[in-house]
């Protein structure tokens, strides 16, 4: 699987990155869209899509967490990171505008950035997750 992972996009999708993300078998959506028409925007890519809430989505209808699993691994997608991370195979949070990879607890972390507010010097990001069948994951970050 080809998954987009996108964050933090504050009213801003640039254009710029709808070619790739339209290549997507899916697209992750880690919070903070700030308007239901970025929300829209995003769906209208038209892969398949999932997204949480972030701590700015005030009237969007959509959890604040949500467990996946693809090719037998779990992901848990939110906005904020938990203190204790655990319980799943890989945690996908936003919030930090900042991109991670790093394993606590036996949890992998990961974070795509921000593709629409860089702030405290981090460039623009989003990344790809590429999950094999044999289960071999591979995250690759993205500048906008």
Known sequence: MHIAVI????GRLPDSVLP???TADEIWHLGDFCDAATLQAVIAIGRP?????????YSL???????????????L??????????????????????PRDEILHGTRILNPGTIGKPNKGVPPSWAWLDINKDGAVRWTIVPV
Do not use: C, M, Q, S
């Open 49 to 57: 899509f999932y997204g949480v809430l972030g701590n700015n989505d």
């Open 61 to 75: 209808d959509l959890p604040e967490k949500l467990t996946l699993e693809r090719e037998g691994l779990t992901f």
């Open 7 to 10: 964050a933090d996009t504050h």
């Open 77 to 98: 997608l939110v906005h904020i990171p938990p203190r204790h991370p655990g319980g799943t195979d890989f945690l996908l949070h936003g919030h930090t505008h900042a």
């Open 20 to 22: 790739a993300l339209r």
